[in-house]
Nanobody, 115 residues
Framework: QVQLVESGGGLVQAGGSVRLSCVAS????????MAWHRQAPGKQRELVAS???????YYTDSVKGRFTISRDNDKNTAYLQMDSLKSEDTAVYYC?????????WGQGSQVTVSS
């Protein structure tokens, strides 16, 4: 089993910044990638960014140049730095990882961007 615990999030004005953290614990020995997804009200969960253990990253087009995903392998922690936030970034953000074809998720962090 893998446990993911998120922190960060909250209410921020448009143009502001927020940093999310996700600490992984449990059976994490062979986890190679971590990702951040988000789900806005009435919408499907979408992949926002991902990072491999080697540091290769992926970003969805809508956040490129504004969001930065990173990880500290020694601390088993992934981060999502979100800058230049827009109202359309309002969502619940979930840290996730896949192990043996099963997804594991954090508890979710609400990010609300006020315009």
């Amino acid at each position: 089993q893998v446990q993911l615990v998120e922190s960060g999030g909250g209410l921020v004005q448009a143009g502001g910044s927020v940093r999310l953290s996700c600490v992984a614990s449990g059976d994490i020995f062979d986890i190679t990638a971590m990702a951040w997804h988000r789900q806005a009200p009435g919408k499907q969960r979408e992949l926002v960014a991902s990072i491999t253990i080697g540091g290769s990253t992926y970003y969805t087009d809508s956040v490129k140049g504004r969001f930065t995903i990173s990880r500290d392998n020694d601390k088993n922690t992934a981060y999502l730095q979100m800058d230049s936030l827009k109202s359309e970034d309002t969502a619940v953000y979930y840290c996730g990882t896949m192990k043996r074809l099963k997804w594991y998720w954090g508890q979710g962090s609400q990010v609300t961007v006020s315009s």
